[in-house]
């Protein structure tokens, strides 16, 4: 077996020089690259110093050492990946940075960190030019250890690497097969480049955006491998950077199923690893949530492992849990199957977790394993602690693919060493093809010329890149752009596209000749689309919504006396459900019949919404109340006190069950609601002598354990209209007189006082309480004569809005007549959107046509005709 050594650059090259090896059985063939050959030379298990070795020794020189310049510096995020860069840009150039003619303060400091990690490096592990001195001194192996040597497809070697071919060339035979133009005097052994040849046309495909590139891309893939003939080893696709695409490049060939390899790597967080890094960075960074908790006990192998997993079944979903003390109290009576305690568990990882990025270490070997422990100690050597939220969209992970058998996405200066005989490039505009070079953070032109210090900027790489595979005589070249960028910028043409590059501009909606998925397929084929029912529904449902004006069976409405509705009809409704009965059936039916409700996002707000701040002040008053041995005679202070302590109470547990502000804004919240309370408990004198009043009294409802029995019985059934509706309710205040011949009701609202509120009687069926309650209260106290029923606006002291007497009566006989007709409508399957249904605080409005207020203009007149019985009621006061 004879040894020969082939040195390519870039991952992609080197596996598939491995390939081509153990295809053609080449056992004496080593496939290397030129650092590695070095090591390989320099014997004694050498090895070159990587990047992940690198920075948190550098990190440890900026803290450790005294410097000239870069000491005001040397603490600020991201300090240790620039000084490497430099480093590795000063060791590539092979300049030294004590001598002339490079003296400079700068340059000195930059000598002392790489001091220092000569010092602390490992053994065995050398840095660039230490590793390059080593293979020098043992050259005289090279017969035997490399043998002939040939670099296939490298565009340059690094200055640094030069001396070392050069002594190479003494003792083996030295071939390259040089792609490009570029001035290789230096070197001393066989060039054995051929001439490029450009075609003599060439296409470039202009498509609207990235994303449409990538579609178009993914179609030109497809069409290759439908021929029969072409293999998925036979295509590529590239870029100069493959950001801008990889995202739109991993959804789409995932949905096309089309074999395609990621030569640069899959970013971390498409993997569960990544994931799991990602869930526990939000934790740490942005503090504690029940949802964030949940996700990363579900994606932590340690809290996967050490819990249940149903462990948070008996946590309110509701509930924030914002701070450590709210999780405390809502783990007390949790345990695991062995019978130990949950918030052992948890807890002491809630603590760390609350102490923020400076226990990140800690929490990655407690919470992480396995590959999800490896990317959160690469973020950590890449930057702080702090930022580990965008370090993770940085990182990532080897595509499990082999390029082999499987189209490559690649950088064009990878797909350099490895062209394929179909190739496709991206990206042909001016913003990023050639990409224009950076200047050196540490080292701008007036410390070190940009021209000594790079010895292939990034803009030449990038024209030899285009010019060198685009003149591959063995393959066939597609060019593309885009002429708008993500973000809607105008993308003007590269320089590199010349006259005799022919443009073919391709719309984003073009039926192609192949389609990449099976969407894509029936985007393209109507008549195959038009025939699968799902599609018919779709055009059938968006026909009758934009182009019908009478209601239509996607308006609403299903068959007579339906089951599900009868059952939903037959429980117990509230004020809130007969409202939403009234002013907007088909919503009655999605949330009631059918259970649709919006989620409960456990963010942390920074004030309660409305509803919610009505339920605080309702819970407030009910605390309060129960609190007080009578609300007729309490005195002042007796209520301030109830007040007081009914505060206290809520405010420590209802973090437990819902989410709350941040907590001096909580105790802000809790004190206005309180404030609204004491105007509820205030609001006037005496019904008359005697009388008794209650605060937050339930009825109508059969399940209630507390059997209380004044005024009236809790479990008591309410039945009205004629089709016997159960109503159930708490009612905020009741006052009986002592015969219970007078009853003064109040609903306390907490919203903003309308201005007509002593005109509305029923306010087109919004507002039901007063009427509706007023009924409760005859079927519940029987004797009652003279029943009053009031709205308590808290937020201002104007008196209450009364209704008693015939106004009374007849709202009540109102309501229930459009009940009864309500009713009866939806048992005839009559539900379609009413007045509510179009409201901007409806919950359900994106269950409804997008363009609500056109779709609304178009229907009025035919949901109106539809319900014309219960149409009425909406233009009542």
């Not at 219960?870 to 009542?876: K, T």
Request: with cysteine; charged share 25%; net charge neutral.
């Amino acid at each position: 077996m004879k040894r020969h050594t082939v040195v390519v650059e870039g991952n992609l090259a080197f596996r598939m020089q491995r390939v081509v090896a153990a295809q053609a059985g080449d056992h004496g063939l080593d496939v290397t690259t030129v650092p590695l050959l070095a090591a390989r030379l320099a014997g004694g298990f050498s090895r070159p110093a990587d990047h992940a070795t690198l920075v948190p020794i550098v990190a440890r020189a900026l803290a450790e050492v005294t410097f000239a310049e870069i000491e005001k510096v040397k603490a600020r995020p991201g300090m240790a990946r620039a000084v490497l860069s430099s480093l590795e840009r000063v060791w590539a150039a092979d300049i030294p940075f004590d001598i002339p003619p490079y003296p400079s303060a700068r340059l000195s400091d930059l000598g002392r960190i790489e001091a220092y990690l000569r010092e602390h490096l490992p053994t065995g592990i050398l840095l660039p030019r230490d590793l390059r001195d080593r293979a020098l001194e043992r050259i005289a192996h090279a017969r035997v250890v490399v043998g002939p040597l040939h670099l296939h497809r490298l565009v340059s070697v690094d200055p640094l690497w030069r001396p070392l071919i050069e002594a190479l060339a003494s003792l083996v035979e030295l071939t390259w097969d040089a792609p490009g133009t570029r001035d290789r005097k230096w070197f001393p052994g066989t060039v054995l480049g051929a001439a490029l040849h450009p075609p003599e046309h060439l296409t470039c495909e202009v498509c609207a955006d990235p994303r449409a590139e990538v579609v178009e891309a993914l179609r030109w893939t497809r069409a290759l491998l439908s021929d029969g003939v072409t293999q998925a080893c036979d295509i590529a696709i590239a870029s100069t950077d493959l950001s801008v695409w990889d995202d739109h490049m991993l959804v789409l060939a995932a949905d096309a199923g089309l074999p395609i390899h990621f030569a640069g790597g899959v970013s971390a967080l498409s993997t569960r690893a990544g994931q799991t890094c990602a869930a526990l960075a939000d934790t740490m960074i942005n503090g504690l949530s029940q949802d964030r908790i949940r996700r990363l006990s579900l994606l932590s192998p340690y809290l996967a492992e050490a819990l249940p997993p149903d462990w948070m079944k008996g946590i309110p979903t509701e509930a924030g849990l914002f701070e450590p003390g709210h999780w405390a109290r809502s783990l007390e009576t949790l345990s695991r199957t062995d019978g130990s305690p949950i918030a052992t568990v948890v807890m002491p990882v809630l603590y760390d977790l609350v102490d923020g990025p400076k226990a990140a270490v800690k929490l990655g070997k407690l919470l992480l394993s396995g590959s999800s422990l490896g990317l959160w100690q690469e973020a950590l050597r890449l930057a702080p602690a702090a930022a580990m939220e965008m370090t993770l969209t940085s990182l990532r992970i080897a595509d499990d693919r082999d390029p082999a058998n499987n189209v490559v996405w690649a950088r064009a200066s990878d797909l350099v060493g490895a062209p394929r005989k179909h190739m496709r490039l991206l990206g042909l505009s001016s913003r990023s093809w050639p990409r224009g070079d950076n200047a050196d953070p540490l080292l701008p032109d007036h410390v070190l010329n940009a021209r000594e210090l790079v010895d292939l900027p990034r803009l030449e790489r990038d024209r030899l890149a285009f010019e060198i595979l685009t003149g591959h005589q063995a393959s066939k070249v597609t060019l593309s752009r885009s002429r708008r960028s993500a973000e809607g910028a105008f993308l003007a043409k590269s320089g590199l596209l010349q006259r005799q590059v022919a443009e073919r501009p391709l719309s984003r909606t073009r039926t192609p000749d192949h389609a990449f998925s099976e969407g894509d397929r029936l985007l393209a084929r109507a008549e195959d689309a038009l025939a699968l029912p799902r599609i018919q529904s779709v055009i059938s449902c968006w026909t009758n919504w934009t182009r019908r004006l009478e209601t239509t069976p996607h308006d609403g409405g299903f068959r007579k006396n339906h089951p599900a509705v009868l059952r939903a009809l037959s429980l117990p409704q509230s004020a809130t459900s007969l409202r939403r009965l009234l002013r907007d059936p088909l919503g009655y039916v999605w949330l009631r019949v059918l259970g649709m409700t919006a989620p409960e996002l456990a963010v942390q707000p920074l004030q309660l919404d409305a509803m919610t701040f009505g339920e605080l002040v309702h819970e407030l008053l009910r605390y309060a109340v129960e609190r007080m041995p009578s609300l007729v005679s309490a005195t002042p202070a007796e209520i301030d006190s109830a007040l007081e302590a009914a505060a206290n109470s809520i405010g420590e547990h209802w973090p437990l069950t819902r989410a709350v502000p941040p907590r001096l804004l909580w105790l802000d919240t809790i004190e206005e609601a309180r404030r609204r309370a004491h105007r509820g408990l205030t609001v006037d004198d005496r019904f008359g002598p005697g009388t008794r009043s209650f605060s937050e009294v339930p009825f109508g409802t059969p399940e209630s354990q507390a059997k209380r029995s004044d005024p009236w019985r809790e479990d008591q059934e309410v039945l009205i209209g004629r089709f016997g509706i159960l109503l159930k309710g708490r009612i905020d205040r009741v006052d009986v007189k002592p015969d219970r011949r007078g009853v003064r009701m109040s609903d306390y609202k907490t919203g903003k006082t309308p201005r007509d509120v002593r005109d509305v009687i029923v306010g087109g069926g919004a507002e039901v309480q007063r009427a509706l309650y007023a009924v409760a209260i005859k079927q519940l106290i029987p004797e009652a004569s003279t029943i009053i029923s009031r709205l308590v606006y808290l937020d201002s002291i104007e008196p209450p809005a009364r209704l008693e007497g015939d106004v009374l009566e007849q709202a009540e006989e109102m309501l229930l007549r459009f009940i009864d007709i309500a009713v009866e409508g939806l048992k005839a399957g009559i539900a379609y959107a009413g007045p509510d249904a179009f409201a901007g605080y409806n919950q359900l409005r994106i269950a409804l046509p997008a363009a609500l207020d056109r779709y609304q203009r178009r229907k009025d007149e035919g949901l109106n005709a539809a319900q014309h019985k219960l149409a009425p009621l909406w233009r009542e006061r």
